[in-house]
């Protein structure tokens, strides 16, 4: 079974400028979720969707960032414009349903300049 | 206010010295308890699931405990590969968030 697959894996950019990470969750999860987490923390919530629909996105910057999961499948997160605070992994993760294991992908490392 | 405590923040073993590190949370109602293993520059691996106070999961060297406030991750005999950060999230009732403990990153030395 292939895992949650994520692009690009590394990515440096300057303050200001627009960044956007993509990710394919296991076949079948219905149940998408964004993290961020900083070096030396634990992955912190951002947006979490069950098919296309949000079911919680109370910690995401919503004046920067934006998330969508057309179809209810693929997922793109995006930032715009960067902070320097934003430099941080970014994991996405998929679980068959809601409040099940979660199954994370190997992650974006954002580095804001 | 949902928060979950991971202790110590770092530890080093050497090959073979049994320890046990700690995950309380204060929660207003717990749904479930996950401990993941994270390798540097890799996505949490799922270890165990606890529902309830009293349940024990094991997995070759790692054990799992839950009690009513908090739960343990027993290491019996860790070797050099057992090298990771382990990380505790909670589910709580009512909502369908995982709230995830800042971890422990353990070292253990040949």
């Known amino acids: 079974e292939a895992g949650v697959a994520q692009s690009p894996r590394y990515k440096i950019i300057e303050k200001r400028q627009s960044v956007a990470f993509w990710c394919n969750p296991i076949s079948g999860h219905a149940t998408l979720y964004w993290y961020q987490q900083i070096l030396g923390q634990g992955p912190k919530l951002l947006i979490q969707f069950q098919n296309n629909g949000v079911v919680d996105d109370s910690q995401l910057p919503k004046d920067r960032f934006s998330a969508e999961r057309l179809k209810g499948v693929d997922s793109t997160l995006k930032i715009q414009p960067a902070k320097l605070e934003d430099s941080a992994v970014y994991l996405c993760?998929?679980?068959?349903?809601?409040?099940?294991?979660?199954?994370f992908g190997p992650g974006t490392r954002l580095t804001v300049l | 206010e949902d928060q979950v405590t991971q202790s110590p923040e770092a530890l080093r073993l050497q090959e073979g010295e049994s320890s046990s590190l700690n995950c309380s949370y204060t929660?207003?109602?717990?749904?479930?308890l996950f401990w993941y293993r994270q390798d540097p520059g890799k996505g949490p691996e799922f270890l165990f699931t606890l529902y309830s106070a009293g349940e024990e999961k094991e997995k070759e060297r790692l054990k799992a405990t839950l009690t009513k406030k908090e739960s343990f991750l027993h290491i019996t005999a860790p070797k050099p590969e057992d090298s990771a950060t382990y990380l505790c999230a909670v589910t709580t009732s009512g909502t369908y968030k995982y709230i995830f403990g800042t971890g422990t990153r353990l070292k253990v030395l040949a």
């Open positions: 929660v207003s109602g717990l749904r479930g």
């Open positions: 993760a998929s679980s068959p349903r809601l409040i099940d294991t979660q199954y």
